[in-house]
């Protein structure tokens, strides 16, 4: 028997008993009407994330790729409009959306969706008959339905193993293992939202004060004058690579747009939205919605209610982060040619690795061993390197080591205006 006690009964204002037949309970549902304080209480944010259906492809991309054909504005608001548009297709294609951590059951199929509905119905049948034989219909159907999901969740371990034994690499490998090993995420629900965005107000040297434009004056031209190889339009070829090098299955940003959408457009659509991006490029017209990004705190491990114990990690919106890669390989490929990286670096870099550094480090301790001699090194490890560097020292590098124009503006620009909002 299940209860509610309150000392409120007018705060209550539905109660009915549920229909699941997925428990032995038939739980109580109710709803309450109560008033919070908007100072103390945490405001529910959600983020939805779409499942893609490669059975949907064909008829998403047929109709993604019409309207990026017709489209006759400008391509500011092509860009802008495109994640509504993309959103609004896959709905109108049966797509699904769930909230991110909520993803559906593997292992739950059509079979086991029509079987639960059959048991649902000889539940009512029963809750009005009160009969007998309707209890034991509905009884055997529910063992009914409980070996089947046995026997689905039995094939999908089976299933998993033997992608396991097939894995071709160990990023693969680790996937599949870690679905078995899935936990429920520890995230920080009683850490207020002041306190998130305190922490990481501190950690990523943001502020609420919008930094004033500088008055550059006469000299801007020279500033702003920025290398052909840098600078100029991106061809369909670093677009196509970039669009090829997005995983499925990820977490997308502000504008809901998943990878699988982007990779889904054809090739003549996918040459015109490359030309409003060149558009944008060359005026340097960003869109007020790329200066957003969602940040999800992933907990490490020690107290889950100091903020301290998690890593943020950044999801931006779709066009924009297929954008700033296609830079960042611009911007490596124009320091690889100009010398401007030393040849002791290793790490990000294509052709290079850290293990180098370990062969080179080992022939070290060798060689002194031998010699019977001593060798001293000194391993420093950053704590949160990437968050807590120096933006102002950066700035300064790259523009020491020759890099202007249109990047240049990019940098300053993401300097003064990115807004990111934590979700928990």
Not at 152 to 177: G, H, L, P
Not at 329 to 354: D, P, V
Not at 371 to 378: D, F, H, N, S
Request: charged share 30%.
């Amino acid at each position: 028997m299940d209860y509610i006690l309150t000392n409120d009964l007018d705060s209550i204002t539905r109660m009915f008993v549920d229909e699941r037949v997925d428990s032995d309970h038939l739980p109580i549902v109710f709803s309450l009407f109560v008033e919070l304080d908007r100072e103390t209480g945490k405001q529910a944010q959600s983020h939805g994330k779409w499942i893609w259906n490669s059975k949907l492809a064909a008829n998403f991309t047929a109709k993604i790729d019409n309207w990026v054909e017709e489209f006759q504005g400008n391509p500011q608001v092509g860009l802008s409009e495109l994640p509504t548009v993309m959103t609004k297709i896959a709905r109108d294609c049966g797509l699904k959306q769930v909230l991110i951590g909520r993803e559906p059951k593997s292992w739950f199929d059509k079979e086991c969706g029509c079987l639960r509905r059959e048991v649902k119905q000889k539940l009512r049948k029963f809750r009005r008959s009160c009969l007998l034989d309707d209890r034991v219909d509905y009884i055997l159907a529910k063992k009914h339905l409980r070996a089947l999901y046995r026997l689905k969740k039995k094939q999908r371990d089976k299933d998993i193993w033997d992608r396991v034994k097939k894995s071709a690499d160990a990023n693969q490998f680790w996937t599949e293992i870690k679905k078995f090993t899935r936990r429920k995420q520890i995230v920080g629900q009683n850490i207020a939202d002041a306190d998130w965005n305190e922490h990481f107000m501190n950690l990523l040297g943001g502020t609420d004060a919008k930094p004033p434009r500088d008055d550059l004056g006469v000299i801007e031209d020279f500033i702003y004058a920025g290398d052909e190889m840098l600078d100029g339009d991106f061809s369909f070829a670093e677009f196509s690579a970039q669009i090829a090098k997005l995983k499925n299955n990820k977490s997308p940003g502000p504008d809901q747009l998943i990878n699988e959408f982007l990779k889904a457009l054809s090739s003549g659509p996918r040459r015109r939205l490359l030309g409003w991006i060149n558009e944008m490029w060359r005026q340097q017209a960003w869109l007020p919605q790329w200066r957003v990004g969602i940040i999800c705190p992933i907990f490490k491990a020690g107290d889950a209610s100091l903020p301290s114990n998690y890593r943020g990690i950044t999801l931006l919106n779709g066009i924009y982060k297929v954008i700033i890669a296609m830079m960042a390989k611009r911007i490596s490929s124009w320091l690889e040619e100009n010398h401007k990286i030393k040849e002791s670096q290793a790490a990000f870099r294509r052709g290079y690795s850290t293990r180098d550094h370990l062969f080179m480090l080992n022939s070290l301790i060798e060689n002194r061993f031998k010699k019977k001699g001593k060798l001293y090194v000194l391993f420093l490890d950053f704590k949160v390197a990437f968050d807590s560097i120096d933006r102002t020292k950066l700035f300064e590098q790259i523009w020491k080591i020759g890099i202007r124009g249109h990047v240049w503006q990019c940098f300053l620009r993401s300097r003064r205006f990115m807004r990111k909002l934590v979700v928990v």
